[in-house]
């Protein structure tokens, strides 16, 4: 990724204002910022932990300059962030400027069409295939085109990608780069049926590169396998309950051609009771690894799996072998006192397929219990910390690691400042 520094990137912003308002009648232009000190204790998260090991705590940042640009026809975003824990950097830094680009797109729009390319996020429905993993300091970004319609009730989208890991010169086009597809088709398609409804379908088809890489007597085989994935989310409120839904189906080949047929399914109702308090009952259910010879253990892809699979992020958003998943959850939300919220959570969690444990088939995994609480100090400045706690069962440390006689926990302390710095609009 190529690195710009924040002092180069203000400067610009400075200098360049006034000529991009001089490009339209009507213009506005954005800068906003970002810090987020993030502390964390681990005793077990994302990985159980063992006799003889010790907890880890530290603090990590992320520090966000964003421009934005819009005149009526077109829109740009710029983005730039140094994410790093407290420490890392030495005092001295002999290249103490530099930070990573997150996001540089542009888009064209007119009576509802668009196209937006670049660097971008991908954000879509409840954020379990296509998300923005926020939670990560680091988050989830894709070099992608962007075509659609948004107009009315309805929405359409397509999204196009193709990575290689340089400007190559009679080499072919093998990928050997850091995104994990070679090749990206998306269709989504959304009709707000009613106001805060919804019903919505996706395709996604990705391109994985299985051929061979290049040694000394032969050159690179590049072969692309393709999987997909299809399905459909659905949100509906009625009065005060709240409900929605997810299935998906994967299908196609995998890099080692094998066939695939994997499926997903999640189910969700909240009730508000009064305006200070909600409750909240789910299932997410992700297929396993049967005996057949082909994939059946669905691949949530790019979504934001933190928020699904439990705060300790055992599942998915961690290594846990391929036995798929069932999560029961049930959450309560309140605000006891003002703005701040507080949303305690616990998880039931079972594996779809059997583990063996001791010659003895097994499927429980244990329970989880999150904690979350938030208060926004001002509408720009967010406080939250949270604490979780895994139960495990012998099948659970089996797939995981660790020991079971060691509390399994985490906590975390938060501060989100992201204030707009400057905002002027040209009229």
Do not use: C
């Amino acid at each position: 990724m190529k690195r710009i520094s924040y002092l180069i990137l203000s400067l610009i912003i400075v200098s360049s204002a006034n000529n991009l308002f001089a490009q339209a009648e009507k213009s506005e232009i954005t800068v906003k910022g970002q810090l987020r000190p993030r502390a964390e204790y681990r005793h077990g998260a994302l990985s159980p932990i063992s006799e003889g090991q010790k907890a880890s705590s530290f603090i990590s940042n992320r520090a966000r300059i964003n421009i934005g640009y819009d005149n009526g026809f077109l829109s740009m975003g710029f983005g730039a962030q140094d994410v790093s824990v407290w420490g890392e950097k030495p005092q001295i830094d002999p290249n103490p400027w530099t930070s990573g680009i997150n996001e540089a797109w542009a888009k064209i729009y007119k009576n509802g069409y668009f196209a937006q390319f670049g660097r971008q996020q991908l954000a879509y429905d409840d954020d379990r295939i296509l998300g923005t993993l926020d939670w990560n300091q680091a988050g989830r970004y894709h070099d992608a085109l962007k075509l659609g319609y948004e107009g009315g009730l309805h929405k359409a989208h397509l999204i196009l990608a193709y990575n290689q890991r340089a400007q190559g010169i009679n080499s072919g086009t093998y990928y050997t780069g850091n995104q994990p597809y070679k090749t990206m088709q998306t269709a989504w398609y959304k009709y707000d049926y009613r106001p805060n409804s919804h019903f919505s379908l996706l395709f996604m088809n990705l391109g994985m590169e299985a051929g061979t890489p290049a040694t000394e007597d032969a050159p690179a085989v590049s072969k692309t396998k393709s999987m997909q994935t299809i399905g459909a989310n659905i949100s509906d409120r009625l009065n005060d309950l709240n409900l929605s839904g997810s299935a998906y189906y994967q299908m196609g080949k995998n890099k080692s051609d094998r066939s695939i047929n994997a499926y997903m399914f999640a189910a969700k109702a909240q009730y508000v009771f009064t305006p200070s308090f909600s409750a909240a009952i789910g299932i997410d259910y992700l297929s396993g690894q049967d005996d057949s010879d082909k994939v059946t253990n669905f691949d949530p892809l790019y979504g934001t799996h933190h928020k699904f699979y439990g705060s300790m992020d055992y599942f998915y958003a961690s290594s846990f072998g391929n036995k798929g998943l069932s999560d029961l959850y049930a959450s309560i939300i309140f605000k006891p006192v003002g703005a701040l919220s507080v949303d305690l959570t616990y998880h039931n969690f079972s594996s779809q397929q059997d583990i063996l444990v001791d010659d003895v088939s097994k499927r429980g995994l244990g329970s989880e219990i999150d904690l979350t609480i938030t208060y926004p100090i001002r509408p720009y400045i967010t406080l939250q910390g949270g604490y979780s706690m895994m139960f495990g069962t012998d099948a659970f440390f089996q797939i995981k690691g660790g020991s079971k006689d060691k509390t399994q926990n985490w906590a975390f302390l938060s501060l989100n400042v992201n204030p707009t710095i400057f905002s002027s609009r040209n009229k």
